[in-house]
């Protein structure tokens, strides 16, 4: 007996839905794996030290618990609608992994790190820096006002 195969092509709002879908099973699985407990402030200001000029430590580390209350595996991904993009940021700083991918593996490659990973405290520390001399506090648009 011969197989049918029927085939159909899915219209925009269920490959939405359906990606939709996707990107938060791989948060929630992602978020499940990765959890961390957040880090204590000193920890987070020994970091912040090594990747942010003296004048911008205060600030940062202000910016650091406002964004992700010290906890290096926070992410916040969705899809703005207002906009009409999908968004994924993660750590520290809440980096844009999607954005900002091609700055974090330059400078995980400067830190010698093996892989490019935004949930790594120092990793994340050292792209927001990076971010902020390339657009300002305005890249954090709430926390660093």
């Known amino acids: 007996m011969a197989s049918v195969v029927v085939r159909r092509v899915l219209s925009m709002s269920e490959l939405r ?8 099973l791989t948060v929630a699985f992602g978020a499940a794996v990765a959890r961390a407990e957040p880090l204590p402030e000193a920890e987070v200001v020994a970091v912040v ?10 600030r940062a580390v202000t910016v650091a618990r406002c964004e992700s209350t010290f906890d290096p595996a ?10 009409g993009v999908w ?11 999607n954005v900002w991918h091609w700055l974090a593996e330059n400078i995980a490659r400067a830190l010698r790190h093996s892989v490019v990973d935004l949930f790594d405290a120092e990793t994340n520390a050292h792209v927001a820096a990076a971010v902020l001399r390339i657009q300002g506090w305005s890249a954090w648009p709430w926390c660093g006002r």
């Open 74 to 83: 926070a992410v916040s991904a969705g899809y703005d609608r207002r906009l």
């Open 17 to 24: 839905w359906l990606a939709l879908a996707l990107l938060a």
């Open 87 to 97: 968004y994924d940021h993660r750590g520290l700083f809440q980096i844009e992994a």
């Open 49 to 58: 030290r090594q990747a942010f000029p003296p004048r911008e430590l205060a």
